[in-house]
């Protein structure tokens, strides 16, 4: 077959042909046959001629059927006529239909009448079985299904997944389009390994029909085992009493010859453990083992034994790659617990990515947990060491470290919840441990045996909920601490941190937000201007900016901020009015700051209203000598007396003092 008129690669060979009638003067063709060949156009494409295809050739200057570009010509070609091309009337029964819809309809026909036929063929072979011989594609006569497509059955299978919790959830669109598209499934094979059909010993039961409930199975094996019961006595009637609380108990035990308290103890332990609570699997059996698991799971147990909850992660691959023997890149688990330890290995693995993605597995991280997990086990050694007092007063520190410690409880937990894993390692490993550290900072000014006695109190109540938290991720290292700390049992065993709003204070989060970030600030144009400070004047803003301040933030978290209406409510008071033009800048200022501000911040900011900046940035004066080495002050943005010979004071926000150093 040769379409000249519509193949680029066909026209120029006719072209070349014409132009050697030599080279097929032996297959009795002439050169006056050659000539009398013309293409025949049978496809209508807008921009083009009767011959697109040498449309296309003379475009691009193609002068031989070995010139590579016609490759993208081809392409050029099939594209345009495919999305636009109609076909013309010297095509009969087709003339005038889209292309698209014309190739599927000849399709049709020729199957239809006989003259053609379909082929089915693996493209990524070879596919290779479990048992390591190469699978062939065959056609089996009689062979048997499992009808996945019954309507019926399909809507117990999505009752059962409306009833479930599925992780992560955008998974669940997979679950309901697999359960839509499954019809028969072939449920047995001819030859390898596996259980023979029941009901045709020829055939032999498959892996992915006959491992959808093995979980059920795993609840009671070991008993199976040890009471060393023989294989015959598991009849069906045993399985119906065990798995489906089906017959009474003194009948299966005398049919079966199982002892009756043998029987009983099996059935009550597959009670307490269904239903099923969580299956972990990777995404590529969405499509198969997992939904085949949903479905034959609704059609075997009573509702009450649905399984709950299905788990979907990614792979695992070893420093961006996919782990392979040929690769040399795996690790043997022994070798790898040796050289790192079993915690970091563990929190390596759950710190590389969230549930579908593929997790990347990195030695170098794994060395840096190990060292984090060393230095937080010395922090805890070191902890548990300094005598606490009972009860003492709490610094505005203390305060704040426990109020943090609260914030991390419920944003753990949460994740938790939801199992995003590294999302709770995240915080309870890092995010907490920059609080720490910075706690530890601002309570180094006063290093007096009462303020240590009061941070060791502060210090293991954060380290008892920190160990509970990190246990699951780190269960070793944290049983160990948790013996330091004399605590009674396992950590594993101790109950999770609870919540507890009343220890959230807004206030003095707010007041330590104000010192931190000034003096992240100050170091900031320290570096910027390449000075050695020697004097740092702070200004704080002025009362009506702060009026300002939280009348935008009330109406941000209402979702109305704008502006313009911002001031037309403002310039409602007669104070405000006096300061127009100077208002508009601060106005629109703190309009752009706070619609890209956080939500959580600007509700939490909110709620603390008012700060006397002035009186924070006094209190934390010595805090700032011992961290910049030098002298400071504070006034206000309307001190009189201020020194301010740079006019800086004028560029005060509320939670920004402005900065001026000599």
């Not at 036929?117 to 070879?126: A, L």
């Not at 002050?633 to 004028?650: C, G, L, M, S, W």
Request: charged share 30%; aromatic share 10%; hydrophobic share 40%.
């Amino acid at each position: 077959m040769s379409v000249p008129g519509h193949a680029p690669y066909d026209y120029q060979a006719l072209v070349d042909l014409k132009a050697k009638p030599d080279e097929v003067a032996g297959y009795g063709i002439t050169r006056d046959d050659l000539a009398s060949v013309i293409p025949i156009s049978i496809i209508e494409v807008e921009g083009y001629s009767d011959l697109p295809a040498l449309d296309v050739i003379k475009r691009i200057g193609i002068k031989s059927q070995n010139d590579n570009r016609l490759e993208d010509a081809t392409k050029e070609i099939y594209a345009h006529e495919f999305h636009s091309g109609k076909m013309k009337a010297n095509t009969d029964g087709y003339a005038g239909l889209p292309v698209a819809k014309a190739r599927d309809k000849v399709r049709e026909d020729l199957l239809q009448s006989g003259k053609a036929d379909v082929m089915y063929e693996i493209m990524n072979r070879p596919v290779v079985c479990r048992c390591g011989a190469e699978c062939i594609v065959k056609i089996f006569e009689k062979q048997w299904f499992i009808n996945y497509g019954d309507p019926e059955w399909k809507t117990t299978a999505n009752d059962c997944l409306d009833r479930m919790s599925i992780l992560p959830e955008e998974i669940r669109q997979e679950f309901e389009y697999t359960i839509g598209w499954l019809r028969e499934k072939a449920c047995a094979r001819k030859s390898g390994l596996g259980t023979k059909l029941p009901w045709d010993k020829d055939w032999i039961i498959e892996s992915l029909s006959d491992s959808v409930i093995y979980m059920a199975y795993y609840t009671i094996v070991r008993l199976l085992k040890n009471q060393a019961i023989e294989v015959k006595q598991l009849t069906d009637e045993v399985f119906d009493y065990v798995l489906l609380g089906e017959g009474e108990l003194d009948q299966v035990s005398k049919t079966s010859g199982i002892d009756r308290k043998i029987l009983q103890s099996i059935r009550e332990e597959f009670a307490y453990f269904y239903p099923l609570d969580s299956r972990h699997s990777g995404r590529d059996l969405v499509p198969n083992h997992l939904t085949f698991f949903i479905f034959n799971h609704v059609a075997i147990f009573p509702k009450e034994n649905w399984p709950e909850q299905i788990v979907v992660n990614g792979s695992v691959l070893m420093e961006g790659k996919k782990m392979s023997k040929s690769f040399g890149n795996i690790i043997p688990l022994r070798e790898a617990v040796r050289n790192y330890g079993a915690d970091p290995l563990r929190l390596a693995m759950l710190v590389a990515a969230e549930l579908l993605q593929d997790a990347d597995f990195s030695i170098a991280l794994t060395k840096a947990l190990q060292e984090k997990l060393e230095r937080f086990y010395t922090f805890a050694s070191e902890a548990v060491k300094i005598e606490a007092y009972e009860e003492v007063e709490l610094s505005l520190q203390d305060k704040w470290l426990l109020s943090r410690l609260q914030r991390a409880i419920k944003a753990t937990t949460e994740a938790m919840n939801r199992l995003k894993v590294r999302e709770a390692v995240h915080h309870v490993l890092y995010t907490f441990d920059q609080d720490l550290q910075w706690y530890l900072k601002r309570c180094s000014v006063d290093e007096s045996l009462e303020r240590k006695k009061a941070m060791a109190l502060v210090l293991r109540m954060v380290l008892d909920a920190r160990v509970r938290m990190l246990a699951p991720f780190a269960p070793y290292i944290c049983e160990e601490i948790w013996e330091k700390m004399g605590r009674p049992g396992f950590v594993s065993r101790a109950e999770w941190p609870k919540y507890d709003e009343k220890m959230i204070d807004v206030t003095v989060e707010g007041i330590e937000s104000i010192i931190e970030s000034t003096l992240e600030d100050t170091a900031n144009i320290a570096k910027a201007t390449k000075m050695k400070a020697k004097s740092i004047y702070y200004y704080t803003s002025v009362d009506w900016k702060w009026k300002v301040y939280l009348k935008a933030l009330e109406r941000a978290e209402a979702g109305n901020l704008g502006s313009s209406e911002l001031m037309k409510e403002l310039l409602a008071d007669s104070e405000m009015k006096r300061r127009a033009e100077e208002l508009a800048k601060f106005v629109q200022k703190c309009c752009d700051d706070l619609s890209k501000m956080a939500p959580d911040m600007r509700r939490s900011r909110l709620e603390a209203g008012f700060l006397d900046e002035f009186e924070v940035l006094n209190s934390a004066s010595n805090f700032y000598k011992k961290e910049i080495d030098a002298e400071v002050k504070v006034y206000r943005e309307d001190d009189t007396e201020k020194h301010d010979p740079k006019n800086r004071a004028q560029l005060a926000q509320p939670y920004r003092p402005a900065i001026y150093i000599e």
